[in-house]
């Protein structure tokens, strides 16, 4: 766990497209951004709101879904990432072309948007 993290990336999902249900990834890494001061989740969505909303992002919501969930793209890194809020924290889930810069990107504007909160990370890597 770091408040300075590198986001470095050592697994990215594989797509697979199972017939008649859509996408679905294996494998991975997911990076959970935790606020020092705890945070009900409404209040955590409407932050990752703002901060989409404030740009350079693309993005849209997943609806009927227990939880906020968001597919991303920072328009000035091109990297595309999903943006989900559970338990607590925000979490933001590699896809197979997500580079660091995008995540590292999102987790200062995070920072910034929260008062200069400390944020710890924590990187889970499927498998691992």
Not at 4 to 23: E, K, L
Not at 100 to 117: A, C, H, I, K, N
Request: charged share 25%; hydrophobic share 30%.
């Amino acid at each position: 766990m770091t408040t300075d993290p590198s986001f470095s990336i050592p697994a990215h999902p594989q797509r697979r497209f199972p017939h008649g249900s859509g996408v679905e990834y294996e494998g991975g890494t997911e990076f959970r951004l935790i606020p020092e001061q705890e945070q009900a989740t409404p209040d955590l969505a409407e932050t990752v709101v703002d901060i989409l909303a404030s740009g350079p992002y693309r993005y849209g919501d997943f609806h009927d879904l227990p939880m906020p969930l968001w597919l991303v793209r920072d328009e000035e890194t091109t990297d595309v990432f999903r943006v989900a809020v559970r338990d607590g924290t925000v979490r933001l889930h590699v896809l197979p072309t997500t580079e660091s810069d995008g995540l590292q990107r999102f987790f200062e504007r995070l920072r910034e948007t929260s008062g200069g909160e400390s944020w710890a990370v924590q990187r889970h890597v499927d498998g691992q």
